[in-house]
């Protein structure tokens, strides 16, 4: 399925729109997660690819997490698809991405969204083995988001039990928070990742394994989890692999 471009965002809808990006935000976990728990994610260049989704501004209502992709154009970033598409009103307006984003400050600017891939039976149902989207988003500055932060190569059909980090911006925090732990089966088609701490806005954060590959995003069953300590993503197989394609098209 090509990608649909993002309408531009109306005033009167600002606040509409903002209610309904948090609830769709995650709150994934019981907190059990083994006694761990997420902590502040240190300063670090490979961490910048991660950033928040908020609505017109680093300071508007914040949405999600995304991360950004290494792609053809250098422009594609992924999340979960109930971060940018609402069953009620389709696509979100008016999302920009500010990637290392820490305490009000946006070390590399803000970038707008352009375009969101998601498979249509998301579109359709909301169904949770679709939970998952690209992202394409406008130069700033005369450069890719990817040139200004670097990507991580996408995996696939990695299978399960990997050791992989978890990144991504709770809601109540100005600081993304980290976990790393090992990954488990949760049906044939979705993953579990135990650690605590990752409540509301860090749907969409990307799991990393140790060679900087991405292997899921916090969605998928549950739109990735009903308590703080355990989280969800699809497996990335070739759902993923073939929506990525449509994107980089």
């Not at 471009?5 to 005033?11: D, L």
């Not at 594609?76 to 500010?98: M, Q, S």
């Not at 954060?205 to 969605?219: A, F, Y």
């Not at 739109?223 to 994107?247: H, K, M």
């Amino acid at each position: 399925m090509p990608s649909r471009p993002v309408r531009t965002a109306r005033a009167a809808r600002t606040v509409t729109v903002a209610a309904l990006l948090l609830a769709a935000a995650i709150a994934c976990g019981d907190g059990r997660g083994d006694g761990r728990t997420a902590a502040v994610a240190p300063q670090n260049p490979a961490w910048d690819r991660v950033g928040t989704l908020s609505v017109r501004s680093p300071q508007g209502p914040r949405a999600c997490t995304a991360s950004v992709v290494q792609s053809p154009r250098r422009n594609l970033l992924v999340t979960a698809a109930h971060c940018v598409e609402n069953h009620r009103i389709g696509l979100l307006d008016g999302l920009v991405f500010t990637p290392g984003y820490r305490n009000g400050y946006s070390p590399y600017g803000s970038w707008p969204v352009e375009s969101i891939t998601v498979d249509p039976r998301w579109s359709l149902d909301a169904d949770p083995e679709y939970d998952v989207a690209f992202v394409t988003v406008g130069s700033v500055g005369g450069r890719q988001v990817e040139e200004a932060v670097g990507g991580n190569p996408l995996g696939t059909d990695q299978g399960f039990g990997l050791a992989v980090s978890v990144t991504g911006y709770p809601n109540e925090g100005d600081e993304p928070i980290t976990c790393s732990g090992v990954t488990a089966s949760q049906s044939p088609t979705q993953e579990r990742f135990d650690c605590a701490g990752y409540t509301d806005g860090t749907s969409g954060s990307p799991w990393l394994t140790t060679s900087g590959r991405v292997i899921g995003v916090i969605g998928g069953y549950q739109e990735g989890g009903e308590t703080p300590g355990t989280s969800y993503s699809i497996t990335f197989d070739e759902r993923v692999a073939d929506l990525f394609q449509q994107a980089s098209a």
